[in-house]
């Protein structure tokens, strides 16, 4: 089970739309306008997608590597780490602004947030998109073999 560069060049695809939306979301103000229609649960799920597939095809390769039998289990195990360690920073840094100077440029993002709701929500959306992101891979598998 080989790894092509189409896989790569998707994952790499992916993060491009996910920085180019995030620009004109900050340009256009979409993060407010679209809060009501879930464009910022949009992004979560759009992030942990590229989280889920960044870390199956790290897990691939490395299993490969080792010439190690793959294990569904221990693949979501480390996909849900990923996404508890990448979400977690990101609200920690959302809640925390206000005690750092340097985190000022987060500010904006917590005047959209609804406290423990948004985060746990914002986590949901993440995992979602990480399981997406895992499905994507099985699903790329069966087309390249």
Do not use: C
Request: net charge positive.
């Amino acid at each position: 089970m080989r790894f092509t560069v189409w896989y790569w060049l998707a994952d790499l695809a992916l993060l491009a739309l996910i920085f180019g939306l995030n620009y004109l979301a900050w340009q256009n103000f979409w993060y407010w306008r679209f809060s009501h229609y879930g464009f910022d649960k949009l992004m979560h799920v759009l992030a942990g997608l590229f989280i889920g597939i960044t870390v199956t095809g790290v897990w691939v390769w490395w299993r490969e590597k080792q010439q190690r039998p793959m294990k569904v289990g221990e693949l979501l195990a480390w996909i849900g780490l990923a996404v508890l360690a990448v979400g977690g920073v990101w609200e920690i840094i959302e809640r925390g602004y206000r005690h750092h100077e340097f985190f000022y440029w987060i500010k904006p993002f917590t005047r959209m947030t609804d406290g423990w709701i948004d985060s746990t929500l914002d986590f949901i959306s993440d995992l979602l998109g990480a399981g997406l992101g895992a499905l994507s891979f099985k699903l790329w598998n069966k087309t390249k073999n």
